[in-house]
């Protein structure tokens, strides 16, 4: 993603959860081709661990069946993930998408029925079923679906490689291909897929690398620890 800020360019690049600490680089290629290397460090962060219960061990252990479904699935929802559309201004700076307590953070260890799985790529919202989801910035709805984590989904393509995602829906109210303007209602807040409780699973993701859904929210919102997660994969 390439914005311009303060009289100057800026490129804004995704990195994974999953990177090493230590030197990087990145490969900068200008219009006139010419390539450079710029390098970067990445520190180590220790995220806090949040052991969750859930009833239903199909969706700790998924049968040779769901586990089909599930790789049908990460298919569809990478390709959504992939999506590209050139929009000169993509929004930095994004509105909360649900009215509601902001229960579990981004980056978060998982561990469901005392076993490690992946760690949590989104932000929770946590608010009764029926509480309205709303899209968080102008953009394009790229997919919709039902996934076997995921539950009932939706994807809003931002352009330059931002796309957003919502999980756990009860209601979507948006089809693939139409244009959604900030505030406007995309569904409804549920429980559907991995989910211990109604809430929002919303994920940001740049150039397909999830990364923290706070960068992109004012300064004054900050995730709170619930006493009760809202436990769900947050994965793709
Ligand atoms: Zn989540």
Redesign the pocket.
């Known amino acids: 993603m390439v914005v311009r800020h303060d009289e100057r360019w800026h490129a804004i690049v995704g990195l994974p959860l999953a990177l090493a600490p230590g030197r990087h680089q990145l490969r900068v290629v200008g219009a006139d081709d010419a390539a450079r290397d710029v390098a970067f460090t990445v520190r180590s962060k220790k995220y806090a661990t949040q052991h969750i219960t859930l009833q239903d061990e199909r969706m700790v252990e998924p049968s040779s069946q769901d586990l089909e479904r599930i790789q049908r699935d990460k298919r569809v929802i990478g390709r959504a993930f992939a999506s590209w559309t050139e929009e000169a201004v993509p929004p930095l700076r994004f509105a909360l998408p649900a009215d509601g307590k902001l229960s579990?953070g981004f980056g978060l260890r998982r561990v469901f029925n005392g076993r490690p799985r992946q760690p949590?790529?989104?932000?929770?919202i946590a608010a009764p079923a029926g509480t309205a989801v709303t899209a968080p910035a102008a953009g394009t709805v790229v997919e919709t679906g039902d996934y076997f984590f995921n539950g009932k989904t939706v994807f809003i393509d931002h352009g330059q490689g931002l796309i957003t995602m919502y999980?756990h829906l009860n209601k979507i109210e948006v089809a693939a291909g139409g244009r959604v303007a900030r505030g406007q209602r995309i569904g409804e807040i549920g429980m559907t897929g991995r989910a211990t409780g109604p809430?929002l699973?919303?994920t940001v993701s740049l150039n397909r690398s999830s990364v923290d859904p706070l960068l992109f929210l004012p300064p004054a919102i900050s995730a709170q620890p619930a006493a009760e997660p809202?436990?769900?994969?947050?994965g793709r």
């Open positions: 579990s949590h790529s989104g932000l929770d999980n809430h699973h919303w809202r436990a769900d994969v947050g």
